[in-house]
């Protein structure tokens, strides 16, 4: 018996051409690159230029993506784009990226999950997919989080950076194994009595500011690691697949010390770790897909591989998805 799977027939990323290293940083505020790098494994970041919006970030990956993938922009009825840094309040980012795209017809809307968006944009697409309500869908993570940044609290500034990527997913026929290419299984979790650990103390319907990012870090590091794992062995126990079957881990890049940890725990290789932290910083939402596309790109993950995912963010929202490439 077939069952309908969410093949990945492509990625692509965008990063602003701005580069924020840690020097620059220690000139502003009270920190240093060796501190930044001890703590989180962050060496540099990139910064969107004034007039350069999530969109523009987004449009750019989703276009590399219908490149990769080799297909036409007008084959794409779904948009699912994560973010928390859309260009306005309203309409949806994402409908800005289905116009620039010139596309007409499907549906297009954002989802908010913080750093586990994309995680969470790919179960939604997902479901669609297998549903039958869609046949092709652009699965886009942008963000600017340079724009709610307080820049004198070195507790934050130094973490985060701008950035896009993006998969095609196209609903295929697989057999209802493990072996099948795409999306094989996706957990998600959340529990808004962590808000206070990790939000934006602004927004239209309570101070009508955007607001700027606050974070417990101490408190986010403590529950990561545990959450994070939890999901992941649920992945595991649905797909009947073992740590010793993955052959790349893709986890939200939000810090090395949270990523370390969690391989280790979880007994996965240092080898199949895909960490691009140093060089991104933390990119929400954005991080997992320009991780894939540079693991991709550099030739490490090919096709027939099983790729896990996962990422944790503010809300608390977590996340894992296991995808066979």
């Not at 080799?70 to 794409?76: E, N």
């Not at 699912?80 to 809307?109: C, E, K, R, W, Y």
């Not at 101070?207 to 794992?229: P, Q, S």
């Not at 939402?285 to 540079?294: G, K, R």
Request: charged share 20%.
């Amino acid at each position: 018996m077939t069952v309908t799977r969410s093949v990945v027939l492509g990625c692509g990323s965008y990063l602003p051409e701005r580069i924020l290293t840690n020097a620059e940083l220690a000139a502003k505020v009270d920190t240093s690159d060796e501190w930044i790098v001890q703590r989180t494994g962050i060496k540099q970041r990139h910064i969107a230029a004034e007039g350069e919006f999530t969109s523009h970030l987004a449009i750019k990956a989703a276009q590399a993506a219908l490149d990769d993938a080799g297909i036409d922009a007008q084959s794409i009825d779904l948009i699912v784009l994560a973010t928390s840094t859309p260009d306005n309040t309203f309409p949806a980012t994402a409908v800005a990226v289905q116009a620039a795209l010139g596309i007409h017809h499907g549906a297009a809307f954002d989802l908010q999950a913080v750093c586990s968006g994309f995680v969470f944009a790919v179960a939604t697409a997902d479901n669609f997919l297998r549903g039958g309500s869609f046949k092709r869908a652009l699965v886009i993570g942008a963000e600017t989080f340079s724009r709610i940044l307080d820049w004198n609290d070195r507790g934050t500034c130094v973490l985060f950076g701008d950035g896009a990527g993006a998969v095609v997913l196209e609903a295929q026929q697989g057999w209802g194994t493990s072996v099948d290419r795409g999306v094989l299984t996706t957990h998600l979790r959340s529990d808004g009595r962590h808000k206070s650990k990790l939000y934006v103390d602004g927004g239209p319907s309570s101070t009508g500011t955007v607001g700027h990012l606050r974070m417990e870090g101490r408190e986010v590091f403590k529950h990561a690691v545990g959450m994070i794992t939890g999901v992941i062995i649920d992945a595991f126990e649905a797909s009947g697949t073992t740590p010793k079957d993955i052959d790349w881990f893709v986890p939200h890049q939000a810090n090395k010390r949270i990523i370390d940890a969690s391989a280790h725990k979880l007994h996965l290789a240092p080898e199949k770790v895909v960490l691009t932290v140093d060089r991104h910083g933390n990119t929400s939402a954005a991080s997992i897909p320009l991780a894939l596309d540079t693991a991709v790109k550099d030739g490490r993950i090919k096709k027939g591989n099983l790729v896990l995912l996962e990422a944790m963010g503010g809300g608390f929202t977590w996340g894992s998805a296991l995808v066979r490439w």
